[in-house]
C-alpha cells in the first residue's frame, strides 16, 4: 500500500505527519477526535430518550423510584460511550503521539456480541487499535505508527 493511500485511509494530512514526527498531535487531528466523540456521545444520548421512555412505561412511573430507575438504566449507553471514549479525548487535549517503529502487520480480533476490532501489531507485540478499511488494505512491513499514547489508536503512519 503507497503512503498516499493510508493517509487516505486513517484520514491524515502530510502536514499531520510532519506534526507527529515531532511528537505532536495536529490541531486538526485533535478537532476530529473531539468532533468524533462528541457524535457519539450525542448519539448515545438520542438513543437514550427512547429508552427512557419504555423503561419509565415498565416501570409504572407514576413514582419518583420509577422515573429515578429509568433515567439511571436509559443513561448507561450515554456513560459507557463517554468512558469509551475519555482515553482518546485527553490524549487529544494533550496534543502529544508517540511513535513505535518495526514490522507492522494487521490484525482483526472478533469480539463476542460485537463488531470486529482492527489493529496494527508492531513486531509482533504491541497493538495499536486502527479502524477496518486501513486495516483490510494494509501491507504488511517496516513503519513507524504514531498513536495515541493513552488510548493507544493509531493517527498516522508511515513506511520505514
Known sequence: MNSLTLAHALRFTP???EANRRG???????RAIR???ALTVARAAVLCVPLFIILALLFN???VAG????LLLSGVPYL?????LWPAVRDANALQVAPAGGYVTAERV????????????VDGQTRFRTDRRACLSFT?????VYYLPTARRVVSIEAG
Open 15 to 17: 502536514e499531520d505527519l
Open 24 to 30: 505532536i498531535l495536529s490541531e486538526r487531528q485533535a
Open 35 to 37: 468532533r468524533r466523540a
Open 61 to 63: 412511573s407514576s413514582g
Open 67 to 70: 422515573i429515578l430507575w429509568a
Open 80 to 84: 459507557v460511550s463517554a468512558v469509551r
Open 110 to 121: 472478533r469480539r463476542l456480541g460485537l463488531a470486529p476490532a482492527y489493529y496494527f501489531v
Open 140 to 144: 504488511e512491513g517496516p513503519y513507524t
